[in-house]
């Protein structure tokens, strides 16, 4: 298994702003994710941090928006930038471990409210 | 990747086995059975993943149905801690889940 921290666990922005969320792994992985779960919703994939190549993003999400940085391989940062109040969110890192990297484990997740 | 089919929630009350249903029919030769769980103001936690046999660890056991179309979590003995939301997902044969709408447990005492 893995263990994740996040920081900040929850902030609140004003509109136009940026955010930097953190995600720390306690060991060395190759796939580093980045999930949102809106109010009452399932988690969407935002994109794949890869290390010492730029980020993958999925359909809907972009670079300019969601800048990623990937350091090294225990570590990434995701910037929310000029937020508005429909990026109040949770945003979650996670990683791909175990045998096969078929299981994927979660950070607790960053509170993210935008007024 | 192949769409799973959950209820939307069940209920069970404590000490009793909960089995958690799960259509995939279109499930393909490549895609591996995935389940997660998150509980309340947490994130997503990883169960248990099978391709073809049925599996058991710790946390519960994975019966898979012999043309691969449907499978069902089994908790054997639920506890209120096990009340969260339950997630099917088919990797298509990576790693990366896609999360759909999931089955919301309730434990009664």
């Known amino acids: 298994s893995a263990v994740i921290s996040q920081k900040p666990s929850r902030d609140i922005c004003q509109r136009g702003t940026s955010l930097t969320i953190q995600c720390q792994v306690d060991?060395?992985?190759?796939?580093m994710f980045w999930y949102r779960q809106q109010p009452g919703q399932s988690l969407t994939l935002i994109a794949t941090a890869n290390q010492g190549s730029e980020a993958t993003y999925e359909s809907g999400f972009v670079i300019d928006k969601f800048p990623i940085s990937r350091p090294n391989l225990t570590f990434s940062t995701l910037t929310v930038s000029n937020m508005s109040p429909e990026d109040s969110s949770i945003y979650l890192c996670?990683?791909?471990?175990?045998?096969?990297?078929?299981?994927?484990?979660f950070g607790p997740g960053t509170r993210l409210t935008v007024t | 990747d192949a769409k799973t089919t959950q209820p939307n929630s069940m209920e069970s009350n404590e000490e009793e086995p909960v089995h958690l249903p799960c259509n995939h029919s279109?499930?393909?030769?490549?895609?591996?059975i995935h389940w997660y769980r998150q509980l309340p103001s947490q994130g997503p936690e990883y169960v248990i993943h099978?391709?073809?046999s049925n599996v058991n660890n710790r946390m519960a056991s994975l019966a898979i149905a012999e043309d691969r179309k449907s499978s069902t979590l089994i908790l054997h003995r639920a506890t209120l801690r096990d009340a969260a939301v339950y997630y099917c997902?088919?990797?298509?044969?990576?790693?990366?889940?896609?999360f759909g709408r999931g089955t919301s447990l309730i434990v009664h005492p």
């Open positions: 279109t499930i393909s030769g490549t895609d591996y």
């Open positions: 997902i088919l990797s298509g044969g990576s790693y990366i889940p896609t």
């Open positions: 060991s060395q992985v190759t796939m």
């Open positions: 099978g391709l073809t």
């Open positions: 996670s990683v791909a471990a175990g045998q096969g990297r078929y299981e994927q484990y």
